[in-house]
């Protein structure tokens, strides 16, 4: 008897062994998208990562690549343990492996809306108004994993103009600038003629709208939107996801969704610098609000 019990206990502390490195981590990973400069999207995210420290008791770091693809490579490789992707990012992290990641949260505008624009612009003093004005000149895209910068406008700029995105088809040149704020640095100064980057199409014009790349870019001295218009609008897209690693501890997926899902109340201004300006909220969100953009990935790369 005495046998079994100790051979019990023995399976009993492995099993509670095993458990308990189940739940374990070292450390947490949050990756930032490209599209502005490394230094403040760090500095914007800092306060974020200072909360997540705080609220799973390990280290925490935040990682910055160059481009989108650092990012979401991070995450099939488990190298990335959280991000805020873009919609056609998060299609292409689930094409490349549906068990990697899962949408938890995403970001909510100050009109109960997720969704978000493609902006196409120009500089006020190149005469550009329309895409017909871009015809024979240059235009550019930030990142081909982008689903403003990139994947929305390939789509709905062809069906307009009834021609490809290849340079010399319908504009002189395409150009890829590397990111929302490349795009937006170049047209103001006149590198490129035209382009597009985000926005939520909320609030001033002035003001870069409520929030996306041209309020960082605004907030940050880069542009002033009176030197600049509006040419072309794409569709409603939707918000991108918070994306957590399916692989992470339940209990820590549970408290960075809840963290985030509740930053705006508490800290507003650190919402601000994770949210990309004004909005309400991040909210839950399932994969299923992305399957439209997962079949226009699926069309892009056949």
């Known amino acids: 008897m005495k046998t079994l019990i100790m051979a019990a206990l023995a399976t ?6 095993v458990l308990a490195d189940d739940m374990a981590i070292t450390e947490f990973r949050i990756g930032l998208l490209g599209g502005e400069n490394a230094q403040d999207r760090l500095n914007n995210n800092e306060c974020l990562r200072e909360y997540a420290e705080e609220t799973l008791g390990v280290e925490t770091k935040l990682f910055a690549p160059a481009d989108y693809n650092g990012v ?3 995450l099939l490789g488990g190298t990335i343990d959280m991000a805020w992707l873009g919609a056609s990012g998060y299609a292409k992290t689930f094409l490349s492996d549906p068990e990697a990641v899962e949408p938890v949260l995403v970001k909510v505008n100050v009109d109960g809306g997720f969704g978000y624009y493609s902006i196409g612009i120009a500089h006020k003093d190149s005469a550009i108004a329309s ?3 871009v015809k024979g000149k240059t235009f550019g895209f930030g990142d081909p994993n982008s689903t403003s910068g990139y994947l929305i406008p390939s789509i709905e700029i062809p069906e307009a103009t009834g021609a490809s995105m290849e340079s010399g088809d319908y ?3 395409v150009k890829f600038t590397g990111g929302h704020e490349q795009t937006i640095v170049a047209v103001a100064n006149g590198d490129i003629d035209a382009g597009v980057t985000w926005a939520d199409g909320l609030g001033n014009w002035e003001d870069g709208y ?11 001295g880069l542009v002033d939107m009176n030197d600049m218009v509006q040419i072309w609008q794409s569709k409603t897209i939707p918000e991108g996801p918070v994306v957590l690693r399916k692989s992470l501890p339940a209990e820590v997926k549970a408290k960075m969704t809840a963290l985030v899902d509740t ?11 994770v949210a990309s300006g004004e909005a309400r909220s991040f909210d839950p969100i399932t994969h ?5 953009i997962i079949e226009a990935r699926k069309l892009k790369s056949n």
């Open 263 to 273: 930053l705006d109340e508490k800290d507003a201004d650190c919402f601000y610098g």
């Open 171 to 173: 504009f002189g040149e």
């Open 288 to 292: 299923d609000a992305y399957e439209v």
């Open 210 to 220: 409520n929030s996306g790349a041209l309020r960082r870019a605004v907030d940050a």
């Open 131 to 133: 895409l017909e004005d």
């Open 72 to 74: 979401i490579q991070g």
């Open 12 to 17: 009993t502390a492995l099993s509670t062994a």
